[in-house]
């Protein structure tokens, strides 16, 4: 009886002119509504309207990169909350850490689970690229989102680093220190590049501000757009890279 | 002017060896003048990233007078973080940055030597290696006398280690 009521309610929902302009086609049903409910939605016309079975299965792909994008919308969602308790300023930047692990409710929880995403998800990151790339699948038609994955992986370590500054304590000052001492020994480019990154010549206030700005605002920019045209390219390169084996084997055993 | 002359009306566009459409032409120059504005950009955005104030410790200091320091001695000036090293032959200024990952070296008296506590890299008071993963010796600064009798290093100016000051 109260499930009965309840899709007469849903039923009803649906033809209303509200409900009818948002989503402006009929229940999915059939398969073609089933696709216009992925082709007309701004967040899912991204992703293909049909798969393969085989690509489903969790040993096709272990979900890497799902994982690896489930775990980049924890690190945006954690980061923004960071965000309202941290100032980039010195030593303020110190103080604000601090009060996150011990005087703020629950900061403790959220800077951690920022900090260990961000970790997990340059492990993310590898391990997937490892799977895509002994799968082969970077070979053509997909050598190209290849490339976008090797730029998103550079993100994810330019993000890493960037938020490393962040706490501003010695083991950031040090690491900041080293890495863009790193920069500077490139022939020519290397010491201008370290003097606009740190915006002088020591790691100091201008380094600190400048790191903020990059990991808060560009990098994530930079990567959302990277994610858009990876996620894109998946679907136009014809779909998940499935391996042959896989395959084979699944139709050994149905026969 | 002869062959303006000899050419009986103006040409169609298009009819000689111009292959270029008014269409293409404009797209040309458009195409070229978002080029010249681009390239305006960047550079007025690479001199907005440049600072033009620092407020850094400024790279020159005074390390006062000569006298201060005795002859055949070793000097760590915590706040400059280099080594004022007086010998017979005179003046040098060793950094004291260590050049395998940049942590602070400190000199020690009994061994002689100057020591850095990350990854155990070794130097003589000239900042010549003896050993550890620092790849290049300590550098020199530039160390001159100012008019009234001040020792004044310059920690962006980098000089042969064999220049040493005679004061």
Known sequence: ?255 | MSESDKSPAPKPLGAQAISTSRRDFLNEVAVGALGIAGLGAVVITYRYLSPNVLFEPSSTFRAGNPDLYPVNSVTYLHEQQVYIVRTEQGFYAVSAVCTHLGCITQWKPDANQIACPCHGSKFRSDGTKIEGPAPRPLPHFSITLTVDGELMVNKLETVKPSQTLRV
């Open chain 1, 1 to 255: 009886m109260a499930t009965t009521s309840l899709d007469h309610a849903l039923e009803r929902l649906r033809s209303t002119r509200v409900w009818k302009s948002i989503f402006r086609r009929d229940p999915a049903h059939t398969n073609r509504t089933r696709s216009l409910a992925i082709f007309g939605n701004f967040f899912l016309h991204a992703l293909p309207a049909k798969v393969r079975q085989q690509s489903l299965r969790v040993r096709a792909t272990y979900y890497l990169g799902s994982a690896t994008f489930f775990l980049f919308v924890v690190l945006t969602i954690t980061g923004i909350l960071l965000m309202l308790y941290y100032h980039p300023a010195v030593p303020q930047a110190y103080r604000d850490m601090k009060d996150l692990r011990f005087v703020v409710s629950n900061g403790v929880f959220l800077r951690n689970l920022h900090r260990l995403a961000a970790q997990a998800m340059v492990v993310a990151v590898f391990w997937h690229m490892f799977h895509v790339f002994y799968r082969g699948g970077y070979r053509p038609p997909r050598e190209f989102n290849w490339v976008v994955g090797v730029g998103l992986l550079l993100i994810t370590l330019f993000l890493s680093y960037t938020g490393y500054l962040l706490p501003w304590d010695q083991l950031a000052f040090w690491a900041i220190t080293v890495g863009t001492n790193i920069i500077s020994a490139m022939p020519a480019l290397g010491k201008p590049i370290r003097f606009l990154l740190l915006g002088g010549n020591l790691v100091g206030e201008n380094a600190l501000l400048r790191f903020y700005v990059l990991h808060c605002v560009i990098l994530p920019l930079v990567a959302v757009v990277l994610i858009g045209v990876h996620f894109w390219r998946v679907q136009k390169d014809g779909g998940l890279s499935v391996q042959q084996k896989v395959e084979e084997e699944e139709g050994g055993k149905e026969e």
